[in-house]
C-alpha cells in the first residue's frame, strides 16, 4: 500500500461506550506500533507486534485497552469501557523488519473524544 | 534509567536565520537517535536517524544533527529557516527492547 492507513480517522464515543481502532500497516511490514498522543505531548509507546505476535504490552494503561494483530497485517486497539482521560489521538506505525531502531512509518492517526 | 528530554517547548526563529532545537538522551549504552517531524494534520516523518556509522547526520530539507557522547546529545539544526519549516519537532529514543521513547516536542515557529 501507499503507508499505512488507520480509521476512523475521528471517533466520538460516550463514556463507558467499547470502541474499536484500526490500522493497515504497509504490506509486508514485520513490526506494528501503536502509541497514544494526548494534546500538546509527545506519544507515549502502547504496544509491539511482531507479525502476529504481541512482544511488549507494557504501555497499555489498563486492561480495558486490548490489541490484536491476528494474522500478521492488520491490527486493532480496542478500548472498552471508555473513559474521559483516553481521549487522545491513538497512532500507529509499521516498521519493515522486527530490527530494533529501524525507521517506524506513521499512520495519520485517529483521534479519540470521549463525552 | 533511558530517557529523551526535549530542552524547549517551544522555539520561535525568523525565516532565514538558524534553527536549534536540543536533545539530551540518558542511556547507559550508545544508543540509536531520530528526529521526526510532525505538521499540523499530517502523519509524523522521519527527519533523519543516528545509528553509530557516523556521528553528523544529514537529513531531509537541510536539517542535520549531531550525536555528542560527551554531552548526551543530539541537537538538531538548519542554517536557516523556512516558512514551512514550522512544525512540532521529536526526539525519539527507540530503546534497547520494543518500546521506543519520544520526547515532549518542541513547537517549532516561523516569523516572516
Known amino acids: 500500500g501507499a503507508g499505512v492507513s488507520q480509521s476512523p480517522r475521528y471517533k466520538v464515543a460516550k463514556r463507558g461506550q467499547d470502541v474499536a481502532l484500526r490500522c493497515d500497516p504497509i504490506s509486508g511490514h514485520v513490526s506494528l506500533f501503536w502509541y497514544q498522543q494526548a494534546l500538546g505531548q509527545g506519544p507515549e509507546f502502547l504496544t509491539y507486534f511482531q507479525n502476529e505476535a504481541q512482544l511488549d504490552k507494557s504501555g497499555l494503561p489498563s486492561d480495558r485497552f486490548f490489541a490484536e494483530r491476528p494474522e500478521g497485517s492488520v491490527s486493532t486497539l480496542k478500548i472498552q469501557r471508555t473513559q474521559q482521560e483516553d481521549s487522545a489521538v491513538y497512532l500507529c506505525?509499521?516498521?519493515?523488519?522486527?530490527?530494533?531502531?529501524?525507521?517506524?512509518?506513521f499512520g495519520p492517526g485517529t483521534r479519540l473524544t470521549v463525552l | 534509567a533511558q530517557s529523551v528530554t526535549q530542552l524547549d517547548s517551544h522555539v520561535s526563529v525568523s525565516e532565514g536565520t538558524p534553527v536549534l532545537l536540543r536533545c539530551n538522551y540518558s542511556?547507559?549504552?550508545?544508543?540509536?537517535l531520530f528526529w521526526y517531524v510532525q505538521h499540523p494534520n499530517k502523519g509524523l516523518q522521519l527527519l533523519l536517524k543516528y545509528t553509530s556509522a557516523a556521528t553528523l547526520v544529514k537529513g531531509i530539507n537541510g536539517f542535520e544533527a549531531e550525536f555528542k557522547k560527551s554531552e548526551t546529545s543530539f541537537h538538531l539544526t538548519k542554517p536557516s529557516a523556512h516558512m514551512s519549516d514550522a512544525a512540532e519537532y521529536f526526539c525519539v529514543f527507540p530503546t534497547g527492547g520494543f518500546k521506543t521513547i519520544f520526547g515532549a516536542g518542541t513547537r517549532l515557529f516561523v516569523k516572516a
Open positions: 506505525a509499521s516498521s519493515r523488519t522486527g530490527a530494533v531502531g529501524n525507521e517506524q512509518f
Open positions: 542511556s547507559s549504552y550508545s544508543p540509536s
